[in-house]
């Protein structure tokens, strides 16, 4: 079998693990990745991970800053197809290596710029580290009530490198397919500001809708140290044995099976018992939870786990760390660990294509300019245009069909929708469930972009309906569990006979194979199965049996840290996977089916940790009070009871900011000692920074592109709307929803050429009932017929 990528070229200008997973990703499915090494010690290349998104490529070792080193580069640039840089811009205008500099010599060359905090804008130049991003955007704020102290809270799952390298990949690949192997290359441009994105999953319009709209929406409730308890149906619980584990019965058939499995069926002949809502009046509410979380003390984690697999549809899962995760039976039987030579595992493919599949390789391959590979490349550059460019997004005339629902797969085909795509969501009779919850707030996060049908799929006339939509489309993406495609007459087998070119990618909680093929899943359960809630928990929970108040305790905080991130990190990989797909059609000219899952998706999110070789350090924790990683990497106190967050990784930032302060007459560690850390060092800049409020410490340190941010401005659902960076690059989009008017929604995870394009709303179920049926030929008594028969339905 031929991979996805065979034959493509990439060269590799990136420092750190954002630009080394995207680029990994490509190496994986085939292409030809020449990583350059410049002179000196790249801190980031030491990292435990490194390894494993080096793999597959070679290292070039190479000074730009001299003529033969350039030249030599920009020869390279001539052979790629593909560059990925990481450098901040004005380093790229300084040594000419810039877009506009490169395109008119490589007018065929795929630019990707990926970045920190973005290309322009006021802190255009500062470093792109995951937790300055995390503390600027507000996202240590949502995790305040962890810890038993007030001020914003380190977050410690990677997300915004995760979702910065599936864009950098997604857009790329978009980027490489529009250009075909004639066309004219572009900029393709993402940043770990936009990665902070998908993590926002609605506040920010429901707070513009309800006030603009006050009675559609109830006031929701705002963030604070105070933690809400669990929702019923999604709540952490105690095992007899001491374990932890996570439930995730959203749907009110699931929360039934949960009852069922767990003898505690008889709350719902309570007829205080709302079954829509899973709630009950507070007083009988609160003695049910009680009831509830006693019952799972009952009998250990293991045996609660046998009997709920059995059932097959009871959402849980144990919460377990990244290392443990390597382990998981689903993971290991979806291929989501794969061997090192060294006798060490490491994270496996980003997706099963089934017929271009991944090949990744060993360990990254030293490479002179006098290796084989590199004199291919010279010997045979990329030959000039002969396409001109239209300016138009990159998946424009592409053709995706959408039957998915809640959050993670929806997301994920809005993110294609961002890029140009033609997106048709195909809903259930009384649309997406999704619409039904929070006043159908999320939902209009996660489907903008999208026309909306809503079928009966389960009639005949359903059916042919669907089955029309699908036989020209180039895409299907659904979320079904396994056999359920099969009865709706729409699996692979089905959907490729009709239309033998499709990509059709299918989204699971566990993956096809292993224990979880059948079961269902929500974003809670990976979350707590591959490490990351125990990760943001500085793996700091009680093993002993706990009393009532202190379980309602431990797992209100377990919930704070189990956000939402789990989806949108699945959402990013969809978006990926989709893309590779058609750039792998487009080489062989073969459809295919995907398989992708929340497993998967979240052990990349978990990538600093998900892999295990002798000699590989621990994965490192923030300290138990969840200030952050070491005295130059964490959050501090600062006057007013503001506070910030300080990022300093590499030694010349380190140096430079004994410097600045030194010249400012603050008494300081010396640099040794600020290399080294620990406690001393913390408390002589913890009474450094109390000193002054959080805006002086930032504006005098931004001022010289060091990395220290205000941490508790605002939370993100405000900041998205307020902030000058985010302006200056464009990451909302004003938009008119048919229903509430106009309101600024989130913007594309991808920008191309420079520009921001525009952007669309989310669409009501069954907007476009009757212009998708007419473009499809039928007629309009075909389609009041349709109507009348209930076989489609309009919001």
């Not at 933690?227 to 058939?253: C, E, I, R, T, V």
């Not at 995760?325 to 060294?342: E, F, Q, T």
């Amino acid at each position: 079998m031929s991979t996805a990528l065979q034959g493509t070229r990439v060269l590799d200008l990136t420092s750190g693990p954002a630009g080394g997973i995207a680029t990994m990703i490509l190496a994986d499915f085939g292409a030809e990745v020449i990583t350059i090494e410049r002179p000196g010690v790249d801190e980031l290349a030491t990292l435990a991970a490194s390894p494993m998104w080096q793999r597959g490529k070679h290292l070039l070792s190479l000074d730009l800053n001299t003529d033969a080193g350039y030249n030599t580069f920009d020869e390279l640039c001539g052979a790629a197809d593909i560059l990925v840089c990481s450098w901040r811009q004005q380093a790229l205008v300084r040594k000419k290596l810039n877009f506009e500099a490169l395109h008119p010599r490589h007018p065929h060359l795929v630019y990707c710029h990926l970045t920190g905090f973005g290309s322009r804008g006021p802190l255009a130049n500062l470093p792109g580290y995951e937790h300055l991003l995390a503390a600027y955007t507000g996202r240590m704020l949502s995790f305040m009530g962890i810890v038993d102290r007030p001020g914003p809270v380190f977050s410690s799952l990677q997300v915004g490198v995760h979702a910065s390298a599936q864009s950098a990949a997604t857009g790329i690949l978009a980027a490489l397919l529009e250009r075909g192997n004639s066309g004219t290359g572009r900029l393709v441009e993402t940043s770990m500001l936009q990665g902070m994105l998908p993590y926002e999953q609605g506040p920010m319009i429901g707070a513009q809708v309800r006030q603009r709209c006050p009675d559609l929406l109830p006031p929701m409730p705002e963030i604070t140290a105070k933690l809400p308890k669990p929702s019923l149906y999604y709540h952490p619980a105690q095992a007899k044995d001491g374990k932890w584990m996570q439930f995730g019965n959203l749907l009110p058939h699931l929360f039934d099976n949960f009852l069922i499995s767990t003898d505690l069926i008889d709350i719902i002949a309570d007829p205080d018992f709302d079954t829509k809502q899973l709630m009950l009046p507070k007083e009988k509410h609160e003695a049910f939870r009680e009831r509830m979380l006693s019952q799972i003390q009952q009998r250990t984690a293991q045996d609660w786990m046998t009997a709920f697999i059995a059932d097959g549809g009871v959402v849980a899962t144990t919460y377990q760390t990244t290392q443990e995760a390597l382990d998981d039976p689903d993971i290991v039987a979806n291929g989501h660990v794969i061997s090192r030579k060294d006798g060490g595992v490491q994270l496996g493919p980003v997706a099963k294509l089934t017929k271009s599949p991944a090949s990744p390789g060993d360990n990254a391959v030293p490479i002179d300019i006098h290796h084989a590979i590199l004199t291919n490349w010279l010997s045979s550059p990329r030959p000039r245009p002969q396409v001109q460019p239209t300016g138009r997004l990159p998946m424009r005339g592409v053709k995706v069909v959408e039957i998915a629902t809640i959050i993670a797969a929806p997301l994920g085909a809005a993110f294609l929708a961002d890029m140009g795509a033609s997106v048709t969501k195909i809903e259930q009779i009384g649309g997406d469930p999704y619409r039904s919850m929070g006043g159908g707030i999320g939902s209009a996060r996660v489907n903008t972009g999208k026309r909306s049908i809503s079928v009966d799929l389960k009639t005949v006339a359903g059916r042919k309906v669907v089955l029309d939509l699908i036989g020209d489309a180039d895409v299907i993406i659904h979320n079904f569990r396994p056999g359920v495609p099969e009865r709706l007459g729409i699996s692979y087998e089905q959907i490729s006979a009709l239309n033998p070119q499709i990509i059709y990618l299918q989204s699971n909680g566990y993956g096809p194979s292993g224990p979880g093929a059948q079961r269902p899943s929500t974003h809670p359960i990976p979350g707590a199965a591959m490490g990351g809630v125990l990760f943001q928990m500085a793996q700091c929970l009680p093993d002993s049996l706990q009393d009532f108040e202190s379980l309602k305790l431990w797992t209100s905080r377990l919930m704070r840290a189990n956000e939402v991130n789990p989806d949108p990190n699945t959402a990013l990989v969809v978006a990926t996977s989709v893309l590779l797909g058609l750039v792998a059609r487009q080489n062989t000219g073969q459809g295919q089916q995907i398989y992708i899952d929340m497993f998967g998706a979240n052990a990349y999110a978990n990538h600093d940790d998900f892999l295990r070789y002798p000699g590989k350090p621990k994965r490192t924790l923030p300290d138990q009070q969840l200030y952050g990683l070491s005295a130059t990497y964490r959050l501090y106190p600062c006057a007013n009871k503001q506070w910030i967050f300080l990022g300093l990784v590499r030694q010349h930032e380190q140096r430079r900011f004994v410097q600045v302060l030194s010249e400012k007459g603050y008494e300081l560690p010396s640099f040794t000692a600020l290399q080294k850390g620990g406690s001393q060092v913390i408390e002589q800049l913890e009474s450094m920074f109390i000193s002054q409020d959080a805006d002086y410490w930032q504006k005098m340190l931004v001022a010289v592109d060091l990395g220290c941010v205000r941490a508790d401005t605002c939370l993100p659902s405000e900041f998205w709307l307020t902030d000058p960076q985010v302006e200056a690059l464009g990451l909302t989009a004003e938009v008119t929803h048919p229903q509430w008017g106009t309101y600024r929604r989130h913007g594309a995870m991808v920008h191309f050429d420079g520009s921001v394009h525009p952007l669309q709303t989310a669409p009501r179920a069954g907007q476009h009932n009757q212009e998708l049926l007419q473009e499809y030929g039928y007629s309009a008594a075909q389609i009041a017929a349709l109507k009348d028969t209930n076989v489609i339905w309009q919001e």
